[in-house]
């Protein structure tokens, strides 16, 4: 079960190869040593922190400043993890605090899209994303100066678009098409509008909170716990 | 030092972001409940949408890519058929002479 989430994620190497080496790159040029680009795709992990940080910190801008970012940029994580808790709940403290360690958008969304209610999917799939992001931060800081440039190649696109293969097959009802309709407009208004990363965790809270006052006179959703129930008593 | 100060503020907010749902053990009240069900399809559309256009003029290209790869997704239901779809489609658009 590993294995089915760490190959999971392989499709979307695509987009992380690329991406890895060219942070590795950035960091490197804007004055990083090996060790410090490294250490931030490992204590991190957090591609678009990790690459508007990296010029900052190259420069010795106010860290204040930087963390502030990094945490706009990923505060949705936050949501991420409720998800994961309802449908998991009877994670252990361990497994809590490692799934959470290497917590990713493309490893909770293959999770959530593959219907797989098994942590060590989930968790197969997290490190997939960390041991590929990882081995090709390593690449490209040792090998920077024959990196290709990644949004010139266009390979930026695979993010939307691994993000949408995951996000169809998971509507299925009228509602929940009107959801990601709505999350769509909202978005397209209001996050060019605030500061980057905040936008999408007010959409995202928007949207839901649109889904869950829209299904208001549906019976609770029940068939989690009752799996979980069965999984136990077998 | 301030390099590694400040790597450690990073660590300290995304690993907080990320534990502090993940921690959450207590059943949740039934607004709440549905509230997460839709986290996925909410945040997912607010991730798509800003980036779809991109940066370098070729937005065209890149919404035709987007729906070869959410009609494939749609059909098969197949992560990788959707992107590499999606993907060809763009790099073919793009490079087609009157685009």
Known sequence: MFWKGFRAIMPLYLGIIPFALAYAVTARAAGLGILETQALSVLVFAGASQFSAAPLLGAGVNGFAIVLTTFLLNV??????????????????????????????????????????????????????????????????????????PVA?????????????????????????????FSSLAAFLLVP?????????VVGVLGSLLGAWLTKDEPVQTQVSLEDAAREVA | MNFWLTVLGMLAV?????????????????????????????VFAALIIPSLEG?????????IGAVLCGVLAWRTKQL?????????GFWIMRNLPLM
């Open chain 1, 76 to 149: 949705r994580h936050l949501l991420y993890g409720i998800s994961i808790a309802r449908v998991l709940p009877n994670m252990t403290l361990r497994q809590r605090i490692f799934g959470a360690y290497f917590l990713t958008d493309e490893a909770f969304g293959t999770f959530i899209a593959s219907g797989v209610k098994d942590y060590r999917f989930f968790f197969g799939a997290c490190i997939s994303l960390f041991v590929s992001w990882n081995a090709f931060t390593l690449v490209g800081a040792l090998a920077s100066s024959l990196v290709p440039d």
């Open chain 1, 153 to 181: 190649l266009g390979v930026d696109l695979v993010f939307p678009l691994s993000f949408l293969a995951l996000l169809i097959p998971i509507l299925k009802t009228r509602i929940e098409w009107l959801v990601a309709g």
């Open chain 1, 193 to 201: 509008r605030l500061p980057s990363g905040l936008g999408i965790l």
């Open chain 2, 14 to 42: 995304t690993f907080g972001s990320r534990l502090a749902g993940m921690l959450l053990t207590t059943p949740l009240p039934p607004f709440w409940v549905r509230f997460v069900r839709f986290v996925p399809i909410a």
């Open chain 2, 55 to 63: 940066t370098r003029g070729e937005g065209l290209p890149r919404v």
């Open chain 2, 80 to 88: 990788w058929i959707g992107l590499f779809a999606g993907m060809l």
